[in-house]
């Protein structure tokens, strides 16, 4: 098959034709680029600006916590809740066309992975039009995949918005989510573990809204108070989110919204929220501020994931790197401090290797680990 | 793979461009964001009323370590709802898993179904509880292979990789 151009693709799912919107997405998954090199494309063949505005919305939260459940409901909810009668009595479509980007963890031993988020997929969200894709991580760290942001924008470009992604949920560490969403939903289970242990960990640092889910099951509304304290204080826990992007601290007071994925409770209220949040965000432009702090954020990811990629090890390297190994093992120095050894002599000086390289590493003893006066030597 | 990172190393080597260096790094990225090839994405799941899914789960997770992206759609799942992820996750392939004795019924309507949404080249397959003497009449309406009772999950792997591996999708 000779290979799709992605411009044509997005032409295409532009103008509503969903195959050609899953095959570009395809491409972007293994070229996050194509995206891009699709969407610069576009504005000459068409008269239409593309636009990108699309709302993220992320959902975190640990395993089995409800999120696909919940995304479920939502984005069923979100296409359908604008089509109300207008005032002259027709019906108006919502001109919201969601969409669900969900993401489950590929093994670092195989490289293969069981998607399952669709499972929770049912009949009637697929019916009113939701476009869901299901997507691996393959080895990317935070509990996204790296092209999450490109498949989020070709759905922009698509005419989907919002656009709700759900994290692999490993609970810890998803930190990804909030340098990439507008708005994070960090869904709860009271008496799963979550009503200790979630408040020492960061996830609540990047909540703006919280479902605290299941709540059919009882037993919610202890922790819904507590939840309300915690978030209401001094320091509230929403803040940090806005902080953590190095974006302007923001004055919203994270929601906490009980719902019931299974009977449907509080689903109408967690799209309210969601929408509330938005508006918050339209506000004097704050959105678009925080729209770019948190790109930096990603550019500096990206940057540790391509030196990390880079970091094939070979010939001299991997003779420096044994010393180096040797070091670290016998308390010499810190492994971070090693990494920067060679981060030094291999990888961020392209043009110190021609020529100068060999000089470097050998000039050099097995790193500087005790030269007096270094941070790290005073650190040990 | 290690070829490949020889080759990478040796032209940062020569070069003292930093342009160059950043175009390696582009097409190393490229390589770790794909894996080192397109993965074969495919579509697992069940359809008709039974409720026994051992066996799917079993199937969707040893082609997993096969090393393959496999979306399980889960129990109960309507030709609609199956053609429609086949769609949306651009997938190469469907497997259903169908106990409950529709099977005429259901590959024939998933069939129709993945053909009326432009996706004539998905190959659909599936096992279960099917009579050896329907098996003719589910390929001649485009089911690409039926798997019997007690097949290892090897061969269904084997299968799926010569089938989908190929490069065409
Ligand atoms: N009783 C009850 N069960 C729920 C509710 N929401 C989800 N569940 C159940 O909880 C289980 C997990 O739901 P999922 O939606 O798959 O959870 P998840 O957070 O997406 O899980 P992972 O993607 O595996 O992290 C399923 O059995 C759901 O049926 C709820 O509101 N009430
Ligand atoms: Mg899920």
Redesign the interface.
């Given at each position: 098959m000779p290979k799709p151009d992605a411009a044509k693709l997005l032409a295409s799912a532009r103008s509503g034709d969903r195959a050609a919107l899953a095959r570009l997405l395809t491409m972007v998954e293994s070229d996050p680029d194509a995206a891009f090199v699709a969407a610069g494309v576009v504005p000459k063949a068409e008269s239409r600006k593309p636009k990108a505005d699309a709302h993220i919305i992320g959902f975190t939260g640990s395993p089995g916590a409800g999120k696909s459940s919940l995304l479920d409901r939502l984005a069923g909810e979100l296409a359908r809740s604008g089509a109300r009668p207008a005032c002259r009595g027709e019906a108006r479509p919502s001109g919201r066309r969601p969409a669900v980007l969900s993401i489950d963890p590929t093994s670092p031993f195989t490289g293969g992975a069981v998607l399952g988020d669709r499972v929770r997929m049912s009949e009637e969200t697929l019916a009113v039009g939701v476009f869901v894709r299901s997507m691996a991580s393959r080895g990317a760290a935070g509990g996204l995949a790296r092209s999450v942001s490109a498949a989020a924008r070709v759905l922009a470009l698509s005419g989907y918005s919002p656009v709700l992604i759900e994290t692999v949920g490993a609970g810890q560490g998803e930190v990804a989510v909030a340098e990439l969403a507008d708005t994070v939903v960090v869904v709860l289970v009271p008496g799963m573990g979550d009503d200790v242990q979630m408040l020492k960990m960061g996830i609540l640092e990047i909540a703006d809204v919280y479902a605290v889910n299941k709540i059919d099951l009882g037993g919610s509304a202890a922790f819904v108070e507590h939840l309300c304290e915690a978030v209401s204080g001094p320091g509230a826990h929403g803040r940090a989110r806005h902080e953590l992007a190095a974006g302007p601290v923001s004055d919203w007071v994270p929601a906490i919204v009980p719902t019931s994925a299974r009977t449907g409770e509080g689903i109408v209220e967690l799209v309210a929220a969601v929408e509330s949040h938005r508006r918050h965000l339209a506000e004097d432009g704050r959105g678009q501020a925080l729209r770019a702090a948190r790109a930096g954020r990603r550019i500096l990811r990206a940057l540790a994931e391509r030196l990390a990629a880079e970091a094939g090890c070979e010939g001299s390297c991997r003779l420096e790197l044994g010393k180096l190994a040797a070091a670290v093992a016998s308390g010499a120095m810190s492994e971070w401090h090693a990494a920067g050894e060679l981060l030094g002599t291999s990888i961020m000086s392209p043009a110190a290797k021609s020529g100068g390289r060999k000089r470097l590493l050998d000039s050099r003893p097995a790193g500087r680990a005790g030269r007096p006066g270094s941070d790290h030597g005073k650190s040990l | 793979m290690v070829a490949r990172?020889?080759n990478?190393?040796n032209n940062?080597?020569?070069?003292?461009?930093?342009p160059?260096?950043v175009r390696s790094?582009a097409s190393?990225?490229?390589r770790?964001?794909?894996?080192?090839g397109?993965?074969i994405?495919l579509i697992v799941g069940k359809s008709g009323l039974d409720g026994h899914d051992r066996g799917v789960k079993i199937v969707?997770?040893a082609?997993?370590?096969?090393?393959?992206?496999?979306?399980?759609?889960?129990l109960r799942q309507?030709p609609?709802?199956i053609a429609?992820?086949a769609?949306?996750?651009?997938a190469a392939g469907v497997g259903l898993s169908i106990l409950s004795g529709a099977h005429l019924t259901i590959f024939r309507r998933v069939r129709e179904l993945l053909d009326e949404?432009?996706?004539g080249d998905v190959v659909l397959f599936g096992g279960g509880i099917i009579p050896a003497e329907d098996v003719p009449a589910l390929q001649k309406m485009g089911v690409d292979r039926v798997f019997g009772p007690g097949t290892s999950t090897a061969e269904i792997a084997d299968y799926v990789r010569g089938r989908l591996g190929g490069g065409?999708?």
């Open positions: - | 990172r020889n990478k190393s940062l080597g020569k070069s003292s461009s930093a160059s260096a790094a190393a990225l490229k770790d964001a794909d894996g080192g397109r993965r994405r969707a997770r082609l997993a370590e096969a090393g393959m992206e496999v979306i399980y759609t889960g309507t609609e709802q429609e992820a769609l949306q996750e651009d949404r432009g996706l065409t999708k």
